[in-house]
């Protein structure tokens, strides 16, 4: 998991709240990037984040969101809006001048 | 649009065999591709990677192949073994943008 930790690793939610996901990376990558995976499934693009202070919506950004006060630092909101949150979160980062991305170990998210 | 995707979703092989995982491209403009190996509840981890200018790449028991010909990727994984067993993700990055797009997914089970 190289330097990236997620936590919580398994997170329960009721319904109707809002919950914080942490991604945390010691790497000194600029970029930072939040994943959504659904069983069997590939990996979907909530949101990224090129440098501190800004971040761009990925293909599924609705019902989430995220700040990059710190640049090691890329917590992910899912909100009460997100119809149908559970699944499994992954976080990840990079360099500027590198294109692959590494990933942290994931939070599984369940809606009870 | 872009989009990656498997021509397999499930590979059985015997320990010992060399696998071959296949993946198609849709998007001319990628420069840039690289395998992950996903394990159960895991993030993805990375396996090897290859840019657009080149068309074989080796690593220790692993080799991409890239024919932009046909848009065509694929990983071969000599000797397989039970450690092996996963998800094999492939991914593009198309040229200028800070993200990558990612197939569905490719299941390789090797049999003792």
């Known amino acids: 998991d190289g330097g990236i930790t997620q936590s919580p690793k398994y997170l329960f939610r009721k319904e109707g709240q809002n919950v914080t996901l942490s991604c945390e990376q010691n790497?000194?990558?600029?970029?930072m990037y939040w994943y959504r995976q659904d069983p069997g499934q590939g990996l979907r693009l909530i949101y990224y984040?090129?440098?501190?202070?800004?971040?761009q919506k990925g293909d599924i950004a609705e019902g989430y969101s995220v700040s990059r006060e710190k640049k090691e630092s890329f917590p992910l909101t899912v909100t009460s809006a997100q119809k149908n949150p559970t699944a499994f979160y992954l976080c990840?980062?990079?360099?500027?001048?590198?294109?692959?991305?590494?990933f942290g170990p994931g939070t599984r998210l369940t809606v009870l | 649009g872009e989009s990656v995707g498997l021509h397999l979703p499930t590979l059985s092989v015997q320990e010992g065999d060399n696998s071959i995982i296949n993946c198609a491209y849709s998007?001319?403009?990628?420069?840039?591709f690289i395998w992950y190996k996903q394990e159960s509840g895991k993030g993805p981890q990375f396996i090897i990677d290859?840019?657009?200018?080149?068309d074989k790449r080796q690593g220790q028991r692993v080799t991409v192949l890239l024919n932009k010909t046909v848009k065509h990727l694929s990983l071969q994984i000599a000797a397989t073994q039970p450690g092996d067993s996963a998800v094999y993700f492939c991914?593009?990055?198309?040229?200028?943008?800070?993200?990558?797009?990612f197939g569905t997914g490719t299941r390789l089970l090797v049999s003792p």
């Open positions: 998007n001319s403009a990628s420069d840039y």
């Open positions: 790497l000194n990558h600029d970029a």
């Open positions: 290859i840019r657009s200018n080149m």
């Open positions: 991914a593009e990055n198309l040229t200028g943008f800070q993200k990558l797009v």
């Open positions: 990840a980062s990079k360099t500027v001048d590198r294109d692959g991305q590494f």
């Open positions: 984040s090129q440098i501190v202070n800004d971040f």
